[in-house]
């Protein structure tokens, strides 16, 4: 079945500054990879997602990337706010499957 | 539109007892999944409904059963439970099955 890695586990950085959280994925059959954000006590949210029809997608300071050759994805985010603290989760979705695949997911701290 | 909604949002069971969860889609989702979350095993899909059939599941023992019922509402079944059991139950619900919304969950402690 399909595997999903994320890395890094936790991040810190400074308001103002970028992260990228790095996702590889094992079955090339993929096609959907979606991003969630949960806040403490929250639910996850999802906030930007890409098919493997396509390269890169953004949304306003969110971005993702897909490197369907290589099997990997990832978020970046600019301009880093105290807001944007949370956990981070990637996940895989292959074709002809319903289910997501999560990665394990990245804490990320912003130090206003 | 409303959200996902969850029922109960948390909930206080003995090892052995039984537990039913309920989950609420979106109005108009026909797709509705469940996920175990725990701090150790992160999240894990258990299941997936859509138009009162189960599409996939995971690999959970066959004490994990669902349904969905006819206005596309879902409930989650645990029989025997287990200390290991004990997780937040999130259910998330689709158009088809791709983007994904999820509701708050249901806390469930397993004593």
């Known amino acids: 079945g399909e595997n999903v890695e994320q890395h890094p586990s936790t991040l810190s950085v400074q308001e103002g500054d970028s992260a990228v959280i790095k996702c590889t994925y094992s079955d090339s059959a993929s096609n959907y990879f979606p991003w969630y954000k949960q806040e403490l006590g929250k639910r996850p949210q999802l906030i930007i997602d890409?098919?493997?029809?396509?390269g890169e997608k953004k949304d306003q300071r969110i971005a993702v990337t897909l490197n369907k050759t290589a099997k990997h994805f990832s978020l970046h985010i600019t301009e880093t706010q105290p807001e944007d603290s949370a956990v981070y989760f990637c996940?895989?979705?292959?074709?002809?499957?319903?289910?997501?695949?999560f990665g394990s997911g990245t804490r990320l701290q912003v130090q206003p | 539109k409303a959200g996902v909604t969850q029922t109960p949002r948390y909930l206080i069971k003995t090892r052995g007892q039984q537990v039913t969860l309920s989950c609420s889609p979106i109005s108009g989702h026909r797709s509705v999944s469940w996920y175990q979350q725990t701090p150790g095993q992160g999240l894990q899909f258990l299941f997936e409904y859509f138009s009162e059939t189960q599409r996939n599941k995971g690999n959970f023992p066959g004490r994990f059963s669902g349904r969905q019922f006819s206005n596309s509402r879902s409930e989650m079944n645990v029989s025997t439970l287990e200390l290991g059991d004990s997780a937040l139950y999130l259910c998330?619900?689709?158009?088809?099955?791709?983007?994904?919304?999820f509701g708050p969950g249901t806390r469930l402690t397993v004593t």
């Open positions: 996940a895989a979705r292959a074709t002809g499957r319903r289910a997501l695949t």
């Open positions: 890409i098919r493997s029809n396509v």
């Open positions: 998330a619900s689709s158009l088809e099955g791709l983007e994904q919304y």
